[in-house]
């Protein structure tokens, strides 16, 4: 059965000590030792798996905002360097919506 981390995080220390023991990695060295935080991503170090949790945006084209909000940083900038403050302003309260429409849709 493979092993992922919500799997690993939900487990007992001994449980995670046992899953170390079988490991021949420098990464679960001295694991009879660590804590459960500390022993958790060594676990997952030795095992390959990924400890950051993806959120995944429900209802909303992620990636179409995403390429939006890196067009606004583009004007941004030139904004900037064109001391132009209304277009500045504008710009800055577009990418302060998409940000937090993208914050609301994240489950």
């Not at 991503?41 to 905002?65: R, S």
């Amino acid at each position: 059965m493979p092993h992922t981390f919500e799997k690993l995080k939900s487990k007992t220390l001994e449980d995670l000590r046992a899953i170390a023991q079988g490991l021949d990695n420098d990464a679960v060295k001295g694991f009879s030792q660590m804590n459960k935080a500390h022993l958790l991503p060594a676990v997952c170090q030795a095992l390959g798996i990924d400890t950051v949790v993806h959120h995944h945006a429900k209802g909303i084209d992620k990636e179409a905002i995403k390429a939006r909000m890196r067009d606004l940083k583009k004007r941004r900038e030139s904004a900037l360097e064109t001391h132009d403050h209304a277009l500045l302003k504008a710009v800055r309260r577009e990418l302060h919506h998409y940000n937090r429409q993208i914050r609301q849709h994240l489950h």
